[in-house]
T-cell receptor, first 116, second 111 residues
Framework: EAGVAQSPRYKIIEKRQSVAFWCNPISGHATLYWYQQILGQGPKLLIQFQNNGVVDDSQLPKDRFSAERLKGVDSTLKIQPAKLEDSAVYLC??????????????FGPGTRLTVL | DQQVKQNSPSLSVQEGRISILNCDYTNSMFDYFLWYKKYPAEGPTFLIS?????DKNEDGRFTVFLNKSAKHLSLHIVPSQPGDSAVYFC??????????FGTGTRLTVIP
């Protein structure tokens, strides 16, 4: 079974530039998550999708971050414009579904973003 | 507000000995707890979990203990192996909601 795929693996940009990350979840997984992991911290949820609908985006800085999951499969996360404090690893995860009980989340390798 | 805390940033253990990683939480609504293992340049990988209705769950060399009254859980690895060297994250969930992660503990198993 193929795992969660993410690209690019690394990205270096200057502040105020834009950047986009792509995620392809495990086939059949209805729920997709984007996490931000700043150096020395644990992953923090940015947004959660159930199929192509948003379940939770309360921690997403909506003035600069946006995410979409068209057709309920692949997802993109965009930052526009980037700030220095956005330097982090962006992790995508997926799980079968979220209804009444917890489902294990499977993580991709992440995209390491450096903002100069 | 850090709802899940791992107060030890690092731990070194001799090969063959026991590794004990600790985690504390503040939110009494958490009812499901997980441990993830992370190698450099890879995403976290699920290791073991425990529901709040249990106080112990065992899987091979890995055992997780939950003390609800103290809001504390621990991961025991026995015996520790060099391949266990990684960063270990504790995570918690309330129902089917999202995961809250601790800051991680870097385990080094010395051959």
């Amino acid at each position: 079974e193929a795992g969660v795929a993410q690209s690019p693996r690394y990205k270096i940009i200057e502040k105020r530039q834009s950047v986009a990350f792509w995620c392809n979840p495990i086939s059949g997984h209805a729920t997709l998550y984007w996490y931000q992991q700043i150096l020395g911290q644990g992953p923090k949820l940015l947004i959660q999708f159930q199929n192509n609908g948003v379940v939770d985006d309360s921690q997403l800085p909506k003035d600069r971050f946006s995410a979409e999951r068209l057709k309920g499969v692949d997802s993109t996360l965009k930052i526009q414009p980037a700030k220095l404090e956005d330097s982090a690893v962006y992790l995508c995860a997926s799980s079968l579904q979220v209804i009444t009980s917890y489902n294990e989340q499977f993580f991709g390798p992440g995209t390491r973003l450096t903002v100069l | 507000d850090q709802q899940v805390k791992q107060n030890s940033p690092s731990l070194s253990v001799q090969e063959g000995r026991i590794s004990i990683l600790n985690c504390d939480y503040t939110n009494s609504m958490f009812d499901y707890f997980l441990w993830y293992k992370k190698y450099p340049a890879e995403g976290p990988t699920f290791l073991i979990s425990i529901s709040s209705i249990k106080d112990k769950n065992e899987d091979g060399r890995f055992t997780v203990f939950l003390n609800k009254s103290a809001k504390h859980l621990s991961l025991h690895i026995v015996p520790s192996q060099p391949g266990d060297s990684a960063v270990y994250f504790c995570a918690a969930s309330a129902g089917a909601n999202n995961l809250f992660f601790g800051t991680g503990t870097r385990l080094t198993v010395i051959p």
